[in-house]
């Protein structure tokens, strides 16, 4: 039988390892249906850090990957390949996932298609669904600050990316400087929801710039000293005025490129798209043109092999399979 050829109820195990969620899908190729899905957290773990520890994720992935995937074995049979994110994230994460498609290719005779990361946030919006194309894309996570513009699962162009911190590390980092924990976006989100932001007043990043880019560093140093001339009574009102900059700042890039680049169908992913001010003050920025705003289910937002096993089917459509010797990890890799 030829590498890709289908036969009856078809399926493919996708694996995600790139961070610090641990997590295994099984989908349908003809019917693109979720079968299974599990995805275990590391966030109480790496609390106590404030931020993720990479040798401390990749250990806790260790353990939790071979037990979802005795969850899996009722499907061994149906399966006809093997998907892993490979590409980017924490190299040492990232081996943990590959190397158990390696096995799974080896012991059980299917090829492997390795998965782009960030691709795989694009198809998370496409989840038991047909994609929806062209298609311009907001990701938004702890890694991650990108416009892009999505043709197909081909032809996907970044038009522009974060120059220092991301939008969700920006949170990660207040909530850290203001001794809340991690992950801090849903944090400073609830935090933020009991201030005003008129209390506090930061100057949104780059906001003189033509440039269609993003940046969170000065505002994160302002919040830094706002923090440190104040007091906890204060951290609800300085949450609220941060999140607020945090977004206007991504309103206005995406007004000055929508002058030359009106949307039609566009896209917020990745775990930061969860926040719900966020997609309120793109949704009111969108209704200006007429445009679509498609999101993906909160489950679906952060890290989750769901997504990885939907976008697995294009590349199984397209054939797209690696030798094993082939697949490596690439931490730092560029969509």
Not at 157 to 174: H, L, P
Not at 185 to 194: D, F, T
Not at 221 to 232: C, D, F, H, K, M
Not at 256 to 282: C, D, M, Q, W
Request: aromatic share 8%; charged share 20%; with cysteine.
């Amino acid at each position: 039988m030829a590498l890709g050829q289908r036969v009856g109820d078809t399926m493919i195990l996708s694996i995600e390892s790139s961070c610090d969620d641990s997590s295994i899908a099984i989908t349908e190729i003809s019917t693109k249906k979720l079968i299974y899905h599990k995805k275990i957290s590391q966030e109480l773990e790496h609390s106590r850090y404030g931020g993720v520890v990479p040798e401390l994720a990749s250990r806790l992935h260790a353990l939790a990957l071979p037990a979802i995937l005795e969850e899996c074995k009722p499907w061994f049979g149906q399966l006809k390949a093997v998907a892993v994110t490979n590409a980017p994230g924490l190299g040492v994460t990232l081996i943990e996932g590959v190397v158990m498609a390696k096995a799974l290719s080896l012991s059980l005779n299917i090829p492997i298609l390795p998965i782009h990361h960030l691709k795989g946030h694009i198809y998370s919006l496409f989840i038991e669904k047909e994609a929806i194309f062209p298609l311009t894309v907001l990701l938004v996570s702890g890694g991650h600050t990108q416009l892009i513009v999505a043709e197909n699962y081909d032809t996907m162009e970044t038009i522009a990316t974060t120059m220092d911190d991301s939008f969700g590390e920006s949170f990660d980092k207040v909530a850290k400087m203001m001794s809340l924990g991690y992950p801090g976006g849903p944090v400073i989100e609830k935090l933020a929801s009991n201030g005003d932001k008129s209390k506090f007043v930061f100057t949104v990043p780059l906001w003189q710039s033509p440039l269609i880019a993003f940046s969170y560093s000065g505002l994160k140093n302002q919040v830094r000293l706002a923090i440190e001339a104040s007091t906890p009574v204060d951290y609800p009102n300085i949450a609220a005025a941060f999140q607020q900059t945090a977004i206007e700042h991504l309103t206005q890039k995406l007004k000055k490129y929508f002058k030359t680049h009106k949307p039609k169908n566009f896209a917020i992913v990745g775990g930061a798209s969860a926040n719900a001010t966020l997609r309120s003050n793109i949704e009111i920025l969108l209704a200006q043109y007429s445009a679509s705003l498609l999101l993906a289910p909160l489950e679906f937002c952060s890290d989750n092999a769901a997504m990885i096993g939907r976008c697995a089917i294009e590349a199984y459509d397209r054939g797209d399979f690696s030798q094993i010797n082939d697949i490596a990890i690439h931490p730092r890799c560029k969509l």
